[in-house]
C-alpha cells in the first residue's frame, strides 16, 4: 500500500527553522513530483512548494520564497522542506503528497505534520 509518512513538525519560536520530512513506501518517489501543502483550521489546504521529478525544478509560493527549500533524495525515498525564518503564519499543518507533475492532481497524501511557530 503506497503511503507518505511525515515528520519534523513541532514548536519553535519566530525566526527559528524547522525541517520537515516524507518518507514513502510502497511507490518509488522517481517518477512523480513532490508537493509539500499546509493547512490551517477553517481554511483550504494552500500550496506551500513543489519539486519536479526529472529535473528536480522547484516552486514555491509567494509567501515563503526565499525562506524555504524543498530537496528530495529519491534513493532514501524521502523528501524534505528546509523552513527558515519561521513566521507564526507559518503555523499550520503541513503535508506532503506525490503526483505526476506539479501541476497535476494529488495521487497520495501524507497525514500531516504540525508546525507551530510561537514565543
Known amino acids: 500500500q503506497p503511503q507518505l509518512v511525515e515528520s519534523g513538525g513541532g514548536l519553535v519560536q519566530p525566526g527559528g527553522s524547522l525541517r520537515l520530512s516524507c518518507v514513502a513506501s510502497g511507490v518509488t518517489l522517481d517518477y512523480y513530483a513532490i508537493g509539500w501543502f499546509r493547512q490551517v483550521p477553517g481554511k483550504e489546504r494552500e500550496g506551500v512548494s513543489c519539486i519536479s521529478s526529472g529535473d528536480s525544478a522547484t516552486y514555491y509560493s509567494d509567501s515563503v520564497k526565499g525562506r524555504f527549500t524543498i530537496s528530495r533524495d529519491n534513493a532514501k525515498k524521502t523528501a524534505y522542506l528546509q523552513m527558515n525564518s519561521l513566521k507564526p503564519e507559518d503555523t499550520a499543518v503541513y503535508y506532503c503528497?506525490?503526483?505526476?507533475?506539479?501541476?497535476?492532481?494529488?495521487?497520495?497524501w501524507g497525514q500531516g505534520t504540525q508546525v507551530t511557530v510561537s514565543s
Open positions: 503528497s506525490i503526483r505526476r507533475d506539479c501541476s497535476s492532481n494529488i495521487i497520495i
